[in-house]
């Protein structure tokens, strides 16, 4: 039970937290303001969260940190997807465009989104400096690795792109999503998270205060998590299942963005917008 219980809290928040951000990001665009408005003001609990903890080592502490850590980084999910937080580039590459010149493009697509996760990695880590509670610094700078080791896998190539759970309004991220068998980085990528969440799952066995044991076992379900998250994009397995309940109908999404607020660019829009 010591180990069980985190390892379900941890599944449980990132299958209901990623859902949530898919639901949200499908919905009108008229919800858009309301949830990065939702989102902002639970990472600025989550900080606060962070900062008055400090001190706390309790199991309590420990939970509380850990959850504040994913909610930080959610905020930097939903901003991205919403289309509030993403780059100076608004459109698709040219076909044909590879290599160096691609990967800058990614990068001016996303160059915004990139920068507001270090500037949060900055200020959490400034909360919790000299603190014993880090869980929640090491939850998001967990997440960090995670994304950004999907990221960079799915631009490489991999057989399973899930270009489905990209919103229509963000239609210009699908063109640095590439479907190939295999790319250099992927065995790199699920050794380097294999062995790391076995050793942080050493850590929970060998450490005998309960609320370490908690937070290891928070920590090497995450990391396992990244993990089957990157086998599962080499996998042909039907991954939307998983969230459809968080996929609403993209139809009737898509319909509303004909009152578009000035803030997106929408020109991917004027093609059709149902996958």
């Given at each position: 039970?010591?180990?069980?219980?985190?390892?379900?809290?941890?599944?449980?928040?990132?299958?209901?937290?990623?859902?949530?951000?898919?639901?949200?990001?499908?919905?009108?665009?008229?919800?858009?303001?309301?949830?990065?408005?939702?989102?902002?003001?639970?990472?600025?609990?989550?900080?606060y969260v962070i900062?008055?903890?400090?001190?706390?080592?309790?199991?309590?502490?420990?939970?509380?940190?850990?959850?504040?850590?994913?909610?930080?980084?959610?905020?930097?999910?939903?901003?991205?997807?919403?289309?509030?937080?993403?780059?100076?580039?608004?459109?698709?590459?040219?076909?044909?465009?590879?290599?160096?010149?691609?990967?800058?493009?990614?990068?001016?697509?996303?160059?915004?989104?990139?920068?507001?996760?270090?500037?949060?990695?900055?200020?959490?880590?400034?909360?919790?400096?000299?603190?014993?509670?880090?869980?929640?610094?090491?939850?998001?700078?967990?997440?960090?690795?995670?994304?950004?080791?999907?990221?960079?896998?799915?631009?490489?190539?991999?057989?399973?792109?899930?270009?489905?759970?990209?919103?229509?309004?963000?239609?210009?991220?699908?063109?640095?999503?590439?479907?190939?068998?295999?790319?250099?980085?992927?065995?790199?990528?699920?050794?380097?998270?294999?062995?790391?969440?076995?050793?942080?799952?050493?850590?929970?066995?060998?450490?005998?205060?309960?609320?370490?044991?908690?937070?290891?076992?928070?920590?090497?379900?995450?990391?396992?998590l990244a993990v089957?998250?990157?086998?599962?994009?080499?996998?042909?397995?039907?991954?939307?299942?998983?969230?459809?309940?968080?996929?609403?109908?993209?139809?009737?999404?898509?319909?509303?963005?004909?009152?578009?607020?000035?803030?997106?660019?929408?020109?991917?829009?004027?093609?059709?917008?149902?996958?």
């Amino acid at each position: 039970m010591d180990y069980a219980l985190p390892i379900a809290f941890a599944l449980c928040l990132w299958w209901f937290s990623t859902g949530l951000i898919f639901y949200l990001d499908q919905l009108p665009v008229r919800t858009f303001r309301w949830s990065m408005a939702g989102a902002t003001a639970l990472l600025l609990a989550s900080l606060y969260v962070i900062w008055s903890g400090g001190a706390d080592v309790s199991l309590w502490g420990v939970y509380a940190a850990f959850t504040a850590g994913v909610i930080a980084w959610g905020w930097q999910e939903i901003s991205l997807y919403t289309g509030f937080v993403t780059g100076p580039r608004k459109h698709r590459c040219a076909e044909g465009c590879s290599g160096w010149r691609h990967f800058g493009h990614a990068i001016g697509v996303n160059l915004w989104h990139e920068m507001a996760i270090i500037g949060v990695a900055v200020v959490i880590a400034a909360l919790s400096w000299g603190n014993e509670n880090q869980w929640g610094l090491w939850s998001y700078l967990l997440l960090w690795v995670m994304h950004l080791s999907a990221r960079l896998n799915v631009f490489l190539g991999v057989r399973n792109v899930s270009e489905e759970f990209v919103p229509a309004h963000m239609e210009v991220l699908k063109s640095f999503l590439t479907r190939k068998p295999m790319n250099l980085l992927f065995p790199v990528s699920v050794t380097g998270g294999t062995i790391g969440a076995v050793l942080l799952f050493q850590q929970a066995m060998s450490a005998s205060d309960p609320a370490a044991v908690a937070g290891f076992s928070l920590l090497a379900a995450l990391a396992s998590l990244a993990v089957v998250e990157h086998w599962l994009l080499m996998l042909p397995l039907p991954v939307e299942k998983l969230f459809r309940w968080s996929l609403p109908a993209r139809r009737d999404a898509a319909k509303s963005r004909k009152s578009n607020m000035p803030h997106f660019d929408y020109t991917a829009l004027k093609t059709n917008l149902t996958p």
